[in-house]
């Protein structure tokens, strides 16, 4: 096929997904587009880590198409997915941090894989990555043991950010995070992307994140995607899930406060 609008980073073309009798993603087409915050959201057990992860390859799909930067990923060759790989970022939901090794050193490990840096060098751009994410240098000299889980979550976004990436995938970045914290992670992530120019694909539970940072939204519920948009089209659908998740008692509609961003 012709290749795609240039503003289009990743295609997913009637994805099948699923592990023995079970289907999880049944024929999903999305695109993210250049610089967007994309939020997706599901029922608990719906398939958006399974989404995230079929996408950087480490779940295989059954059928579909998965397109990176023109790229059918399906079609690169190792050293095609390498450089694909170079070029995004990710955050797993617990942080998945070394626990041997300190802040810094985690956010040195990619780059010590992949670029060719002198150790002055290294210490100073992993100081300014994690500086960027607002750690500084006694907490970056800390094992993630010893950090909050709020510093967990942003020590990890700075490995993600290690090799400048121009995609970051967030998998429940927030979880876990008091109101104040996820907020401040939202922001962040917010800023990042407008400085940065990232392209964010964030799976995510936080309605507060979903309105304050998310450009689009897709919901998944039955193995497909539901309803796309911004969060104005989540609040005017109709589809049941949707409605209950975005309208409902727990939501800010449901609670009957007006809709502020911070
Ligand atoms: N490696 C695997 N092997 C077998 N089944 C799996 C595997 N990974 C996920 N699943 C199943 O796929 C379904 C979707 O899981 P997934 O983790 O994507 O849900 P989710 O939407 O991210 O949920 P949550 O919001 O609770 O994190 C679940 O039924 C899960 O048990």
């Not at 100081?127 to 990890?156: F, N, Q, T, Y």
């Not at 911004?230 to 109709?238: D, F, K, N, W």
């Amino acid at each position: 096929m012709g290749s795609s609008p240039e503003q289009s980073v990743i295609r997913v073309r009637d994805l099948v997904v699923g592990f023995g009798d079970q289907t999880v993603l049944d024929g999903v087409s999305f695109d993210v587009r250049r610089g967007e915050i994309l939020g997706i959201v599901g029922a608990s057990g719906g398939g958006k880590s399974v989404l995230l992860r079929t996408i950087i390859g480490l779940i295989r799909k059954r059928r579909g198409s998965i397109t990176v930067f023109d790229m059918d990923l399906d079609r690169a060759s190792p050293q095609d997915m390498q450089a694909v790989e170079r070029r995004w970022g990710i955050l797993f939901q617990q942080g998945a941090l070394f626990s041997s090794l300190t802040a810094q050193e985690n956010v040195q490990f990619p780059m010590r894989e992949h670029l060719d840096l002198s150790m002055t060098l290294l210490e100073e751009v992993s100081a300014a990555k994690l500086e960027m994410v607002g750690i500084g240098p006694s907490d970056a000299r800390k094992l993630p043991a010893e950090l909050s889980g709020g510093m967990v979550k942003r020590v990890a976004l700075a490995r993600a950010l290690a090799l400048d990436p121009e995609i970051v995938f967030l998998d429940e970045p927030t979880s876990g995070l008091d109101p104040i914290a996820a907020g401040e992670f939202d922001s962040l992530i917010a800023t990042l992307q407008q400085t940065l120019g990232l392209t964010v694909f964030m799976v995510t539970h936080d309605l507060d994140s979903l309105h304050a940072v998310c450009n689009r939204i897709i919901v998944l519920a039955d193995r497909k995607i539901v309803a796309a948009g911004p969060i104005a089209a989540m609040l005017s659908s109709e589809h049941p899930w949707v409605k209950a998740y975005f309208r409902g008692k727990r939501s800010r509609e449901g609670a009957g406060t007006s809709v502020a961003t911070h």
